[in-house]
């Protein structure tokens, strides 16, 4: 990718005025006016707790990675914290919108902030904000940022013109000078980076999952969604997984295997509004019927809140979850619904993709899993283990002839599962 020598390249992706804001307003009060009429439970249920909220719709929350480990909202009208101290909400930066939150891995204090006017930063756990990078000189907005797990002076922005369009910008020096990358990545949904490769990623266009090199500028789409906008992606914390949600369904893409999974959403959370992901990979979903949390194998679900029907999970950690609603921000610390890291040791949750299979069969497993296909005659053709560390592998079957086979899997600490696998040339 090449570089240029000023803050800014010369170069200007697209011309025109910014969008008004106004129509934002008006769309968010008609669109929570109707919602309300139709659903107004208001309960925050047990184990919650409600902060109530700052005057404007809240777009993203962090946690303060300071001692008194403030609640931080980012809204249409500047940013907001919230302690223990019971002053309530505190205006931090006002008068503009606040599209994302990203910080450094702690214990720095460092945090970014993108928003309409450019990306603001603060070094002291979010009290005060600075101006760290105004916006292009063609007018566009920032509305998507990220800093790379590989390097911590690897930067990535998405700039918005008044078409809503997204030109990739990337920064190598802690977000000095930028240089353009690519048009057509909005980042709405994130900006993944590749956990396997530094110079890759992810990103969401509408209803179109793909992925982009920062060396070559190149654009792949995986996957088309078709009627389903993506509303959030988010990377696994140690696996190569991304997770993808729609309005109706929740996938998981497989770097190493370069495939993915797609499972439709439960009732106990309906038509599906945002997600987070804790570090151990517990996701926390919010829709229509509630809040939900499934684990990174999406196979057990465990409904959270049920009475925060409408909820935004806007983060989550070890020790916090945090929801929004019209009236406000609900948190609560995660109790026993989330897992542990010892999975139960009868029952192994096996994916098997493609079958039919022709040339290769692709096996993700939720434990460290030993496996051997038969035939018919019950003779042993291939065999094959998963590591603890993926939990994924590849078995060859192009050499084997056409027919019904059957796939037995056995786990370290637990008893065999068998299904039938059809190969078919």
């Known amino acids: 990718m090449q570089r240029t020598s000023s803050r800014w390249p010369n170069r200007k992706p697209n011309s025109g005025e910014l969008m008004p804001h106004l129509w ?95 990306l603001y930063r603060s070094v002291n756990s979010g009290q005060q904000w600075d101006l760290f990078q105004r916006n292009p000189p063609w007018g566009g907005e920032m509305h998507a940022f990220s800093i790379s797990p590989h390097r911590a002076d690897q930067m990535l922005g998405s700039w918005h013109d008044d078409n809503e369009s997204g030109y990739l910008y990337a920064s190598n020096d802690r977000g000095i000078d930028w240089g353009f990358v690519s048009s057509g990545v909005p980042g709405w949904a994130g900006l993944v980076y590749s956990s396997t490769a530094s110079e890759t990623i992810y990103f969401a ?80 979903i919010g829709g229509w019927n509630g809040i939900s949390l499934v684990d990174e194998t999406l196979q057990n679900w465990t409904d959270v809140a049920d009475t925060l029907s409408s909820g935004r999970p806007l983060y989550t950690d070890d020790s916090t979850w945090i929801v929004d609603r019209l009236e406000g921000i609900y948190c609560r610390t995660p109790t026993t619904e989330v897992r542990t890291d010892e999975r139960p040791a009868h029952r192994i949750q ?33 065999s094959t283990s998963t590591a603890r560390s993926t939990y994924v592998t590849r078995l060859a079957v192009a050499s084997l002839p056409a027919g019904i086979y059957y796939l037995s899997a056995a786990g370290i600490d637990g008893p065999a599962h068998i299904q039938s696998v059809v190969i078919n040339h």
Request: glycine share 8%; proline share 6%; charged share 15%.
């Open 350 to 382: 096996i994916l098997t993709y493609p079958n039919p299979a022709s040339t290769e069969l692709k096996i993700r497993a939720e434990v460290a899993t030993e496996f051997r296909l038969y035939n018919v005659l019950g003779q042993l053709v291939a």
């Open 24 to 118: 934002r307003w008006v769309r968010f009060v008609v669109y929570w006016w109707v919602l309300l009429a139709i659903n107004p439970a208001r309960a925050c249920g047990p184990n919650w707790t409600f902060l109530g909220g700052p005057p404007a719709e809240v777009l993203c929350v962090t946690k303060s990675s300071g001692p008194d480990g403030a609640t931080i909202a980012g809204t249409l009208g500047g940013i907001y914290r919230y302690d223990d101290s019971g002053g309530g909400w505190q205006s931090m930066l006002f008068g503009m919108p606040i599209w994302q939150f990203a910080g450094t891995l702690p214990p720095s204090d460092t945090m970014f902030a993108a928003t309409s006017l450019g």
């Open 205 to 284: 266009e509408a209803t179109l999952f793909a992925e982009i090199s920062l060396t070559d500028s190149s654009i792949r789409y995986l996957h088309d969604y078709w009627q389903q906008d993506i509303h959030r992606i988010h990377h696994h914390p140690v696996n190569d997984w991304i997770y993808i949600l729609t309005t109706d369904s929740l996938t998981i893409y497989d770097e190493s295997l370069d495939s993915l999974v797609v499972y439709p959403l439960p009732a106990s959370v309906g038509v599906a509004f945002d997600m987070c992901i804790d570090t151990r990979g517990n996701l926390l």
